[in-house]
């Protein structure tokens, strides 16, 4: 199983600045990464797949990038909507598997 | 509106069987890679089962031999039979279905079911 580990568990961000989420893969899963937004009882939202390709409505302030077993989701101007907790997963091997989540929360 | 709607969860007796549904509209499910993940309170995401558009099944190592996925394409519905359960498989309850350009990861996503396993 490739276990995915993201890093920080939570990152402390103003509104208006960048944030940088990171997600490692214990083994190569290519570019066959997701990222998901989650906020508090709701279900996830699609973000970022293929590890840099934004989902449809996504806005251009989410980024994704990497490949291999580094991942990165980027924002890069936090806004209040955007607090929220952030999950990857890798869909190159089975079983699928996500991170542990980061949560965003306002500084 | 593409849409999923979850029904079915509730509390259960560990060892009891539960049946939880999703149906879909706005698109068929016969045509897309549609998954159940779920999220135990205050915990993760886990993948749980997948069932390819031509019928093929996978489930999580935790789920085999007791979770069977399967849909019914006249309903536009899909399944997921849970037996043998255990207070581990206490979670919200997601279908979801894969996206078109990486099937595997998943787009839509239902409001989720809750499932309680508990005496």
């Known amino acids: 199983e490739i276990v995915m580990t993201q890093s920080p568990a939570t990152l402390s961000v103003s509104p208006g600045e960048r944030a940088t989420l990171s997600c490692r893969a214990s083994q190569s899963v290519t570019s066959n990464l997701a990222w998901y937004q989650q906020k508090p009882g709701q279900a996830p939202r699609f973000l970022i797949y293929g590890a840099s390709t934004r989902a449809t409505g996504i806005p251009a302030r989410f980024s994704g990038s990497g490949s291999g077993t580094e991942f990165t989701l980027t924002i890069s101007s936090l806004q209040p909507e955007d607090f929220a907790v952030y999950y990857c997963?890798?869909?190159?091997?089975?079983?699928?598997?996500f991170g542990g989540g980061t949560k965003v929360e306002i500084k | 509106e593409v849409q999923l709607v979850e029904t079915g969860g509730g509390l259960i007796q560990p060892g009891g069987s539960l049946r939880v549904s999703c149906a879909a509209s706005?698109?068929?499910?016969?045509?897309?890679?549609m998954s159940w993940v779920r999220q135990a309170p205050g915990k993760g995401l886990e993948w749980v089962s997948v069932?390819?558009?031509?019928?093929?099944?996978y489930d999580a190592d935790s789920v085999k031999g007791r979770f069977t996925i399967s849909r019914d394409n006249s309903k536009n519905t899909l399944y997921l039979q849970m037996n043998s359960l255990r207070a581990e498989d206490t979670a919200v309850y997601y279908c979801?279905?894969?996206?078109?350009?990486?099937?595997?990861?998943?787009?839509?996503w239902g409001q989720g079911t809750m499932v309680t396993v508990s005496s």
């Open positions: 069932i390819y558009s031509g019928g093929t099944t």
């Open positions: 706005g698109f068929s499910v016969s045509s897309n890679y």
């Open positions: 997963q890798q869909y190159n091997n089975w079983p699928l598997t």
């Open positions: 979801a279905r894969g996206h078109s350009g990486s099937y595997l990861a998943f787009d839509i």
